[in-house]
């Protein structure tokens, strides 16, 4: 598609200026220089309303002194007047060793993106907002990282085509630092004010290619609204690949000039101390300079901050493949709503602390050691995982020493998380190791805190028990010369002395055993009546190892040997029975599992889990079905009906169907699959794979609270809080969404999508998905290349439909439809409506998506 022609207004664009009523127009700088006496710019004697002070940043010091989001790790990019690095709350200098680490100077064409005079102040202003670690004017993010990219020249004059070149850089750049580049801060824009786009908008190819990137993009929303006095936004905020920012005051309340529509996010924008350059009061070689200004050029760097602030927090709470849409619905979706009398309407405001609240979510543990969490009884092994969600937080839990010995707790952290070990019955502390002396049938507890960061733990505990001392001797008793005649004295079997004591079977691992001796005996008691699996895993050729296994009457019940790394004995158990188990030859390296947690009655499979992380498969093969409990094959009946009931940990489960028609069921932690003569019941499962072929079926359900789709050429994938569920190869998947702000993301094939819309139900299909979404609250589509077509019907007169080059919006009362990368959109209204939207516009769109 031709680019079309700018005229020279059309090429100028602005920076925000000291006074909100001409900020975003498409004047240069100096043209504004007679409004530089009505500006609000203050020195710090005057006390305005600053990054410590006001609506809105207390949340930032809620989430630096409660959560320990500081923005380490992340570099974002400000495209602007260029930053005076050698400022002293910005890094005191440019490179790889200071908080400025590099940039671009595009007006000038250099590498030196400094912001000088006599126009430059307005880049470095903003990037104090994002990262000035002043004590007293701290930024949203004080740790991260900075590039300055300078498309204003030292006048305050340039164009979107140096913007463009800025944003190319961006992209290729976005990885060439120590911390890679998530966020891009545009605070500028052009004389505009509307949701459409401008016919010179040149920007979007770039934006759509960041935000493929992952990379979050504030831009300022305009501060023209007295000019206008009608909704709408600046360009580029107008783009719908980036997110709009609005203004607010101190009281939280729209700012007179802020320009608004329903996607923007509003932020502090009044009166926002921050760094200035060394010449803007005159160059008294001290470089400290802070003074206040307001726009809502000064709110979009408070937003995109705090982007960095919750995708650490993400990243903390194991999440992956953080994208700009995921950060944006999730900031917008836990956001204030605040209601603007003069267009009668209600907007989002940021609400920072209800971002990561939710994202983190309610304790799971006592946080007290007397509030310890009860894990059960330690027999050989317990794993215990969980989150530590605050600097403050702490996790307690309690056990019972199955065995009298010695306990170790090894500790293994994600996220930024820097786990404290907290001790109240004591134990030795050595790194992220305690060892603990216990006796059997006592309780005991640990903690788990941070010295630093937040993020997820998990927990192993081992008791190592202390071998059984040999019975005392008894000397022989005297001779009775005339002992009573009994022909059949009674057999009572003595046990065999054991080595150690295992405990009660579930899913334990004894690993590093040392057998120095050719017969080793251990005792183990059956947790469930069922299967008891006995395996020894060794290097063959350090010594061969057979086993035998005996029940409480000293008879062999089950024994396994050969000459290969691997030994197996199944028995059947009675909860509560004791079995011995022997381990013939010599080997100093040996690993026992035991397993105890599937019981077969007839074709009835019942499994259970532990309180550990338990890892399921399931496969139907047509002749037979294979389990695996935590590694462990199961062979069991083709038309067996199996019920898995995972345990108190984050427990994993993958599905492999068979070639026949598989019914499934998918809700939040709990799978019902249903084939011709067997079945599956999943439930306390977090995380489920579901793998099949094109004559499954599948129904997702999510929850009542705010769940994630996405759909990708690799398959389905829902996630909400406390499970994940995805699926692959399957074509027919239908979603159903049972409330909450819920959002989707469908992406298209390289061939033909079509992607249909009738109010709360879309569906897409392709050559190899056929996926129906019903009622979910926001929906985006993106063609990924061939023919794409967007089908909309029963549009309503109160609906809105939008659209321009490739990318459109629908919305209903209820339900919010995006689709961008489209070729054709063919758009019916309900019988006896007509479509609310601007004629013009759509005929437009029509004509013009498959350019």
Excluded: C
Excluded at 227 to 234: D, E, I, N, P, V
Excluded at 701 to 718: K, P, Q, R
Excluded at 794 to 805: K, P, Q, S, V
Aim: aromatic share 8%.
């Amino acid at each position: 598609m031709k680019r079309p022609e700018l005229t020279p207004a059309d090429r100028r664009v602005a920076f925000e200026s000291f006074e909100d009523r001409l900020a975003m127009t498409a004047q240069a700088l100096s043209e504004m220089a007679n409004e530089w006496n009505d500006t609000p710019i203050e020195t710090m004697a005057a006390s305005p309303v600053s990054t410590a002070e006001g609506h809105g940043w207390s949340e930032i010091a809620y989430a630096r002194n409660a959560y320990g989001l500081r923005g380490d790790g992340q570099t974002v990019a400000v495209i602007d007047s260029g930053i005076a690095y050698d400022h002293v709350a910005l890094g005191g200098g440019l490179g790889a060793a200071y908080k400025v680490v590099g940039g671009w100077d595009f007006a000038e064409n250099d590498a030196d993106p400094y912001d000088d005079g006599p126009a430059g102040f307005h880049g470095t202003h903003v990037s104090g907002i994002i990262g000035s670690t002043d004590k007293k004017y701290t930024g949203v993010a004080p740790d991260v990282d900075l590039v300055a990219l300078r498309v204003f020249d030292d006048n305050g004059n340039g164009t979107l085509e140096q913007v463009e070149k800025a944003l190319q850089w961006v992209h290729n750049n976005r990885n060439a630092f120590a911390n890679p580049i998530t966020t891009v801060n545009l605070s500028l824009g052009t004389s505009w004010n509307s949701s459409n786009l401008p016919d010179w908008a040149i920007l979007e190819d770039e934006f759509r290619q960041l935000e493929q990137d992952g990379i979050f993009i504030a831009v300022a929303a305009g501060n023209s609204f007295a000019t206008y006095k009608a909704a709408g936004l600046s360009y580029p905020a107008a783009s719908e690949y980036v997110v709009p920012v609005a203004s607010v005051n101190s009281a939280g309340q729209f700012s007179s000039f802020s320009q608004r529509s329903d996607r923007v996010l509003a932020a502090p924008g009044e009166k926002i101390q921050s760094t200035l350059p060394d010449h803007f009061y005159g160059s008294d070689g001290v470089k400290n300079d802070f003074g206040a200004t307001s726009g809502t050029s000064m709110a979009a760097p408070y937003v995109a901050g705090a982007s960095v602030l919750l995708r650490e927090a993400m990243t903390a709470m194991g999440r992956t493949n953080i994208t700009e849409d995921m950060l944006y619905d999730w900031l917008k979706n836990t956001a204030d709503t605040v209601y603007d009398s003069v267009t009668n309407a209600n907007y989002s405001r940021l609400n920072l602390q209800n971002a990561l609240d939710k994202l983190v979510g309610a304790d799971d543990f006592g946080s007290t050691a007397a509030e310890a969490t009860n894990v059960g009884t330690l027999t050989t092994s317990i794993t215990v995982s969980g989150t530590i969600g605050q600097l403050q937080d702490s996790d307690f839990f309690r056990f019972t020493a199955a065995a009298s010995g010695q306990v170790t707790f090894t500790m293994n952290v994600s996220g930024n998380l820097a786990g404290k070990w907290q001790t109240p019955d004591g134990g030795t502390v050595n790194g992220n190791q305690v060892t603990m002396t216990v006796v059997a049938g006592q309780s005991y507890r640990i903690g788990l805190g941070t010295s630093d960061g937040i993020g997820k733990f998990v927990i192993d505990a081992r008791l190592t028990a202390t071998e059984t001392p040999p019975p005392p001797t008894t000397p022989n008793p005297p001779t009775n010369p005339n002992p009573p005649t009994n022909p059949n004295p009674p057999s009572t079997p003595q046990p065999p002395a054991v080595n150690a004591n295992w405990g009660t079977a579930a899913s334990n691992r004894i690993n590093d055993v040392n057998l120095a001796t050719a017969s080793n005996y251990y005792q183990i008691t059956a947790g469930r009546t069922g299967t008891l699996t006995i395996e020894a895993l060794f290097n063959n050729a350090l010594g061969n190892v057979d086993l035998e296994v005996y029940n409480a009457q000293n008879q062999l019940v089950g024994s396994s040997s050969g000459l290969t790394n691997a030994e197996r004995v199944d028995v059947s158990a009675t909860a509560g029975a004791v079995f011995y188990v022997r381990a013939k030859g010599i080997n100093r390296d040996v690993d026992f599992r035991v397993t105890n947690l599937v019981t077969v009655t007839g074709n009835q499979v019942a499994i259970g889990g532990t309180a550990g992380n338990d890892v399921y498969s399931w496969t139907h093969t047509g002749a037979l079905q294979q389990v695996q409990v935590n590694g462990v094959s199961y062979t069991l009946a083709a038309s067996s009906q199996v019920q898995i009931q995972g345990g108190a940990g984050s427990d994993s489960i993958t599905l492999q169907g068979s070639s026949g028609v598989d019914t499934i069921t998918a809700r939040p932690g709990s799978i019902e699959l249903l084939g011709n003569t067997y079945s599956l019941n999943t439930s306390a499962i977090e995380q489920t794979m579901i793998r099949g072929d094109s004559s499954d079926r599948v129904t997702m359900y999510d929850t009542a609270g705010i769940d994630f789709l996405e759909a990708t050429a690799n398959g389905v994938s829902m996630v909400g809080t406390g499970y994940q569920t995805r699926v692959q190869g399957i074509s027919n998947v239908t979603v159903i969404s049972l409330g909450g702000a819920d959002m989707a993301r469908l992406s298209g094939t390289s061939g033909n999508d079509r992607f249909t819309v009738s109010q709360g139900v879309r569906t897409l299909t392709n050559n190899s998905l056929n996926l129906r979404v019903e009622n979910m609250a926001t929906v985006s589509f993106f063609g990924l290349g061939g023919t794409d077509t967007v089908e909309i019907s029963g549009i309503g007169t109160n609906d809105e439909l939008y659209g321009r080059r490739g990318v459109g919006r629908y919305t209903t009362a209820s339900y919010r439809t995006e689709f961008s990368d489209i070729d054709n959109v063919l758009a019916q209204a309900r019988a006896g409506q007509a479509v609310k939207a601007d004629v013009k516009t759509v005929d437009y769109l029509f004509r013009r998506l498959a350019n």
